[in-house]
């Protein structure tokens, strides 16, 4: 029992730590909710199935792929170049730094434009639709991601509540 407590202790940190990845960046959002169902599967009260836990598997190696495609996606679909998709990496950097929490949401948007501008010489316009773009892309990697996250913790909540309540 003590052993399960541990295993549930750490697998509701590993979910709330997940959550944060999905904003934060560098930490690995649904890898940590996923190794949080796995904590979860490990107690002697949980078990959830091999096709659950490879379906869940699947989709988080999916979402971390996608992940790294959608903002690139979004960038070149407005426009961007490298220098605007490094921009937005330096940005998000800098950005998560010097001005967190915001940063996070400004940052890239901000070292986009400025990749853009430095690589095409002072073309506001192109420098914008980047940003724009570098933007957009970001919103929606990180929706998927929380989304993902969210219904593991579902899955994870509901399965200490059913195993511990009933």
């Given amino acids: ?16 730590a997940g959550i944060i990845g999905c904003v934060v960046p560098f930490i690995p ?4 909710c996923y190794v949080g169902l796995l904590m979860a599967h ?9 096709a659950f836990l490879l379906l869940w598997a699947t989709v988080v190696i999916a979402v971390t792929l ?9 960038a070149k679909k407005f426009g961007g170049t490298k220098a605007g998709m490094w921009g937005s990496a330096i940005g998000l950097v800098l ?26 010489r002072n073309d506001l316009t192109l420098a914008l639709k980047s940003a724009i773009g570098a933007f957009i892309g970001f ?13 593991m913790t579902f899955y994870f ?4 509540v059913t195993s511990f309540a009933g």
């Fill in 1 to 16: 029992m003590t052993v399960d407590i541990i295993l549930l202790v750490l697998g509701s940190l590993l979910m709330l």
């Fill in 29 to 32: 959002g649904p890898p940590l």
């Fill in 42 to 50: 490990f107690t002697s009260a949980i078990q959830f199935t091999p």
């Fill in 66 to 74: 996608i992940e790294y495609l959608i903002p690139v996606w979004g």
């Fill in 95 to 120: 950005g998560i730094i010097l001005f967190s929490p915001f940063g996070i949401f400004v940052g890239p948007i901000i070292g986009a434009f400025v990749g853009e501008l430095i690589a095409n």
């Fill in 139 to 151: 919103v929606l990697s990180t929706g998927l991601k929380l989304t993902v996250c969210f219904v």
């Fill in 157 to 160: 909540v509901k399965e200490i």
